[in-house]
């Protein structure tokens, strides 16, 4: 699938990705042999870049130091067709995100949002001055969103007239900052992308064994459209009419952080081109298979 070019914005953390990863089982404590590479990273940025594979134009709001870093990852955005004009810069450093990965999965992680953090609504300016939109004449299009954002900013916009028009694509993040949803999760254009225990923080339910059961758990919850996944087995599309699920293809995991961005990038891209429900979700899962295999051509 390649789409034609098509503006989507992209707002949430934009960092440095910084990853050891092992061929071996490893656990906590353990010392092992294996790479450290250094990507640009992020939840947003991860999106921005599987939709640009796709041919889409995602414009990126975040915040990045003027330091070194910073000027290092705007380049990066750059050469992969990202556009960065809007970017807030500030004085503090470009944030970061260290991650430890064995062939059992992700061992710990510890993301750096602070200067994200900081910044606060200074990011969402350019769709609240009239720039890309603002209260007015609300931006129209599709919003990927991710919750590295404040839940008081989240909460702010919910209601603010400037969203109010918007496709609401929204990610947690991670498991950690997964509540943080709860402040957005009734915006009528919202739909959720989380993991089967993001489901369960955010509707407060435990013992969900499948996705289907966490998307109903959400739709209970407020939630107006859902898309849970749940590793390698079935991820479900929800609303409350309507449900689909889809199974992923099995493969060997050669890498997991980046995996949850790359099928809701996926996901995102193929609605855009205008797939079916049940189609779009069964596109997300093989794309965000491919990625998870190692397979550099999995867009």
Same mark, same amino acid.
């Given at each position: 699938m390649r789409s034609t070019s098509h503006q989507i914005i992209c707002i949430g953390s934009v960092l440095w990705d910084i990853i050891g990863r092992t061929p071996r089982e490893m656990r906590v404590g353990n010392d092992m042999?294996?790479?450290?590479?250094?990507?640009? @990273? !992020?939840v947003a940025m991860n999106i921005a870049m599987t939709l640009a594979r796709f041919g889409l134009s995602p414009v990126l709001l975040s915040a990045l130091g003027r330091d070194k870093a910073g000027q290092e990852l705007i380049k990066a955005a750059k050469d992969l067709g990202l556009i960065t004009d809007h970017?807030?810069?500030?004085?503090? %450093? #470009?944030?970061?995100?260290?991650?430890?990965? @064995?062939?059992?999965?992700?061992?710990?992680?510890?993301?750096?949002?602070?200067?994200?953090?900081?910044? @606060?609504?200074?990011?969402?300016?350019?769709?609240?001055? !009239? #720039?890309? !939109?603002?209260?007015?004449?609300?931006?129209? @299009?599709?919003?990927?969103?991710d919750g590295n954002l404040t839940e008081a900013l989240l909460s702010d916009l919910s209601q603010n007239?400037?969203?109010?028009?918007?496709?609401?694509?929204?990610? %947690?993040?991670?498991?950690?900052?997964?509540?943080?949803?709860?402040?957005?999760?009734?915006?009528?254009?919202?739909?959720?992308?989380?993991?089967?225990?993001?489901?369960?923080?955010?509707?407060?339910?435990?013992?969900l064994s499948t996705a289907r059961l966490g998307a109903e758990a959400l739709l209970e919850a407020g939630a107006r459209r859902v898309v849970v996944t749940h590793g390698a087995g079935a991820a479900c599309d929800a609303c409350v009419n309507e449900t689909h699920e889809a199974e992923p293809p099995q493969v060997v995991a050669q890498r997991i952080t980046g995996a949850g961005d790359t099928f809701m990038a996926a996901h995102i891209a193929a609605e855009i081109e205008g797939m079916n429900r049940p189609k779009a979700l069964e596109f997300a899962q093989k794309t965000a298979a491919a990625y998870v295999a190692g397979d550099d051509n999995y867009v």
């Amino acid at each position: 699938m390649r789409s034609t070019s098509h503006q989507i914005i992209c707002i949430g953390s934009v960092l440095w990705d910084i990853i050891g990863r092992t061929p071996r089982e490893m656990r906590v404590g353990n010392d092992m042999p294996g790479r450290i590479t250094r990507l640009p @990273g !992020g939840v947003a940025m991860n999106i921005a870049m599987t939709l640009a594979r796709f041919g889409l134009s995602p414009v990126l709001l975040s915040a990045l130091g003027r330091d070194k870093a910073g000027q290092e990852l705007i380049k990066a955005a750059k050469d992969l067709g990202l556009i960065t004009d809007h970017i807030y810069l500030s004085t503090r %450093p #470009t944030d970061a995100y260290m991650a430890i990965e @064995g062939m059992n999965g992700l061992i710990a992680a510890i993301a750096d949002a602070h200067s994200l953090e900081d910044a @606060g609504a200074a990011i969402l300016t350019p769709l609240m001055d !009239g #720039t890309l !939109g603002s209260a007015l004449a609300p931006y129209r @299009g599709a919003i990927a969103l991710d919750g590295n954002l404040t839940e008081a900013l989240l909460s702010d916009l919910s209601q603010n007239e400037a969203f109010v028009a918007a496709d609401l694509r929204i990610a %947690p993040a991670s498991p950690g900052k997964a509540e943080r949803l709860r402040a957005i999760i009734g915006h009528k254009g919202a739909t959720l992308y989380v993991n089967l225990e993001e489901a369960e923080l955010i509707s407060g339910k435990t013992g969900l064994s499948t996705a289907r059961l966490g998307a109903e758990a959400l739709l209970e919850a407020g939630a107006r459209r859902v898309v849970v996944t749940h590793g390698a087995g079935a991820a479900c599309d929800a609303c409350v009419n309507e449900t689909h699920e889809a199974e992923p293809p099995q493969v060997v995991a050669q890498r997991i952080t980046g995996a949850g961005d790359t099928f809701m990038a996926a996901h995102i891209a193929a609605e855009i081109e205008g797939m079916n429900r049940p189609k779009a979700l069964e596109f997300a899962q093989k794309t965000a298979a491919a990625y998870v295999a190692g397979d550099d051509n999995y867009v």
